[in-house]
């Protein structure tokens, strides 16, 4: 039976939350990355309070990568804390982005985020990552 033990239960609630998060990660930042510089410009305007003195549309690029490698080392498990830490990063701006002009549902959402990788950098990638896979071999 593969859910006979606790411990598999575990491991296959963090694979269906990392492979879940990583679809979400990658539906929102791939179409947008690949839609070109106005796409880039967009979501750069709306995080230019970041100010680090770069274009808007550099920003928005960045900002759409970092979430799609996040996607994929949630996936794979490679980099998996690494990328934790930056989706904590990028999601936290966001809910700052939304708090600050008063859009209260993504606000929440954001937040809800911020907390799933916050949890997600100290549980690790769980048993079912194909890094821990390789690792073993």
Not at 4 to 15: A, E, P, S, V, W
Not at 55 to 65: M, Y
Request: net charge positive; with cysteine.
């Amino acid at each position: 039976m593969f859910f006979n033990t606790q411990d598999r239960k575990i491991h296959f609630g963090l694979l269906f939350m990392r492979i879940g998060l990583a679809a979400l990660l990658l539906l929102h930042a791939l179409p947008k990355l690949l839609a070109g510089m106005n796409a880039w410009k967009s979501l750069g305007t709306n995080l230019a309070f970041i100010n680090i003195g770069v274009p808007e549309s550099f920003l928005g690029l960045l900002i759409l990568a970092l979430e799609a490698l996040g996607g994929i080392s949630l996936v794979f498990g490679y980099f998996f804390r690494v990328g934790c830490v930056i989706l904590f990063i990028i999601f936290g701006l966001y809910t700052f982005n939304y708090f600050m002009i008063e859009y209260n549902t993504l606000t929440l959402w954001s937040l809800g985020l911020v907390a799933v990788f916050f949890g997600l950098i100290f549980t690790g990638p769980g048993r079912y990552a194909i890094a821990v896979k390789l690792e073993k071999k």
